[in-house]
């Protein structure tokens, strides 16, 4: 493993990279909007329902009201060409067309692969497995795409919150799937023995996301504080045992 990838975990000292670059867009799609009270509100509670927040302290709608109207002041005016986001891909390819081997830097929305119309997903978010250190990150663009001599799909992807740099090409079917859902305390019930679930691991130099089975849940009374129930885990990566809370958990999507 050549580098790992950081993702600290530090007192609560403003909005994360990742959440910054989501402000940015909305106040560039936005305008005046993004000075609405309840719109803050809204991305607030998103903020403080995403992994990227997981053990940090949550966000008022007051800081990102406060943040909305500072860019407002900083950028009174901009021209409309700039309010159009980079142009990502809007699909996953999972099929195989008949040109193994075959590269594209864009696939555009009902794209048709092997003669099958493929949905348009613009509006999903997804997860990725890194290859670096086999945690999962959740994507922000789908760059590219191939099919190998194999006959699997790789696509190329750009992780929230790093760099060019970090960008790889991953395993469609092996490494890329619909984003992980945060907890409500309410929601604990959902959890079962039993269940695949991504779970926050922490150690002293580092703290990702991995896959992990339910093993055993200790049901206790919510206070207060939310959800105080136990859930014994088990790593898949490396089989490590421990007690987590709620709110280290994220669900798998189920429709």
Not at 132 to 157: I, N, Q
Not at 227 to 240: A, K
Request: glycine fraction near 6%; proline fraction near 4%.
């Amino acid at each position: 493993m050549d580098r790992l990838r950081p993702r600290e975990r530090k007192v609560f000292s403003g909005f994360t990279k990742a959440e910054i670059e989501k402000m940015e867009k909305l106040h560039n799609e936005s305008g005046e909007q993004s000075l609405d009270r309840e719109f803050c509100r809204k991305l607030a509670r998103n903020f403080n329902s995403s992994k990227g927040r997981a053990g940090k302290p949550p966000v008022k709608w007051i800081e990102v009201e406060s943040w909305f109207q500072n860019r407002q002041q900083n950028c009174p005016s901009k021209d409309a060409s700039s309010r159009n986001p980079p142009a990502k891909l809007s699909v996953v390819p999972e099929v195989c067309p008949a040109n193994k081997g075959h590269e594209s830097s864009r696939m555009s929305k009902g794209a048709s692969v092997a003669g099958e119309k493929v949905p348009d997903l613009s509006e999903l978010e997804f997860e990725a497995r890194s290859s670096k250190d086999g945690a999962w990150y959740d994507v922000d663009t789908f760059l590219s795409h191939r099919f190998l001599s194999s006959g699997e799909a790789e696509v190329r992807v750009r992780f929230i919150g790093f760099g060019s740099e970090e960008d790889e090409w991953v395993n469609v079917r092996k490494a890329v799937r619909e984003r992980s859902l945060p907890l409500e305390h309410s929601e604990c019930r959902k959890v079962k023995i039993g269940d695949l679930v991504l779970c926050f691991q922490e150690r002293r130099d580092q703290a990702r996301y991995y896959d992990a089975h339910v093993l055993e849940i200790q049901r206790k009374l919510h206070d207060i504080r939310g959800c105080r129930c136990l859930f014994l885990i088990r790593y898949d990566h490396d089989n490590i045992e421990e007690k987590v809370h709620l709110r280290r958990l994220c669900c798998r999507p189920t429709y």
